[in-house]
């Protein structure tokens, strides 16, 4: 069971090992763009890409989806990255239980975006736990864990890759432990944390932040939903940051020039590297300036 691209490692190292994948489960197709075009999961491309057979419920509690599952028997049902509470009436099917694969060191960051909020608070290192699942939110008792650090430029996108691709290697050792009957589960120990989902609005820049904290929202906040801020009224996404020690007032641009575009925060300031303007590509902020700076003595403001 799975969804996104993160977990399509999960389901690539699964054909590939000792183990059957008799069922794929992932989410509905879903409109996405401005075309609004029905674009299916990626998961759900794979799957039928090797021929394994998929399903897209619309509710798991339905009756006709829990007699097929049933009907199945499953040793085990993997989910990575699924995007839905499994109740208990699925939770139970498995001889050997659920198994889900997590992107944080749990009980740090349960929920729906741990790698995102783990690089948004600055972390300087996450990793992945597999866990035989319960009917809390990754409150199950744990397999096995594994730690890697988070990169100074890592973004979501980079690190989310990496965290992927690791995970489907422990997600096949918890597999091979459990059916060499090798391995039982431990409770969580530790305070939890929680990485609740992330809307666009979690983007808006607050500039009175500091710019290490700044810097690190556009990090964990990209490809989606980007940290963006008004400039000249304009909505524009910021692509890449980075903090620098030049001090302004909070949400005023300190430079903008060849040199680079600088706006102040509540301590240091942010360097716009790139950009992307409403209904644009992302760009440099070179590009972004010569674009809007035609006149001598032009100003940009933020806001």
């Not at 993160?6 to 989410?27: C, E, G, I, M, Y």
């Not at 699924?82 to 349960?110: A, Q």
């Not at 992945?128 to 864990?145: N, V």
């Not at 940051?241 to 706006?263: F, K, T, Y």
């Amino acid at each position: 069971m799975g969804t996104p691209v993160f977990a399509l490692p999960t389901l690539k190292a699964l054909a590939a090992s000792r183990h059957t994948v008799d069922l794929v489960v992932t989410q509905p197709d879903k409109k996405n763009g401005r075309g609004k075009i029905l674009c299916p999961p990626p998961v759900k491309v794979y799957a039928q890409e090797i021929g394994i057979k998929v399903i897209q419920p619309q509710r798991l509690n339905d009756s006709e989806f829990v007699n097929l599952i049933t009907q199945y028997s499953p040793d085990v049902i993997v989910v990575t990255a699924y995007g839905r509470i499994l109740p208990s009436l699925i939770l139970d099917i498995p001889k050997k239980g659920c198994v889900n694969l997590h992107g944080s060191l749990l009980p740090e960051y349960r929920g729906a975006a741990p790698i995102q909020w783990a690089i948004i608070d600055g972390k300087s290192e996450t990793g992945l736990t597999t866990i035989k699942m319960d009917e809390g939110i990754d409150t199950g008792p744990i397999f096995l864990t594994q730690t890697e650090t988070i990169l100074k430029d890592d973004t979501y996108q980079t690190l989310g890759q990496r965290l992927a691709d690791i995970g489907a290697g422990l997600l096949i050792k918890t597999l091979d432990l459990i059916q060499d009957e090798k391995i039982e589960p431990v409770k969580q120990i530790g305070e939890p944390s929680y990485a609740r989902i992330l809307k666009k609005e979690d983007g808006l820049i607050d500039w009175s932040e500091t710019s290490e904290h700044l810097s690190c929202l556009v990090r964990g906040l990209y490809p989606w939903p980007c940290a963006y801020t008004f400039i000249n009224d304009e909505r524009v996404k910021i692509i890449k940051a980075e903090p620098v020690s030049e001090q302004g007032q909070p949400g005023r641009i300190i430079r903008q020039d060849n040199q680079g575009l600088i706006i102040g925060a509540g301590s240091g300031s942010l360097s716009i590297l790139e950009l992307q303007p409403a209904g644009k590509s992302p760009m440099s902020y070179k590009a972004f300036l010569k674009g809007r700076l035609n006149n001598k003595g032009d100003q940009l403001y933020v806001g």
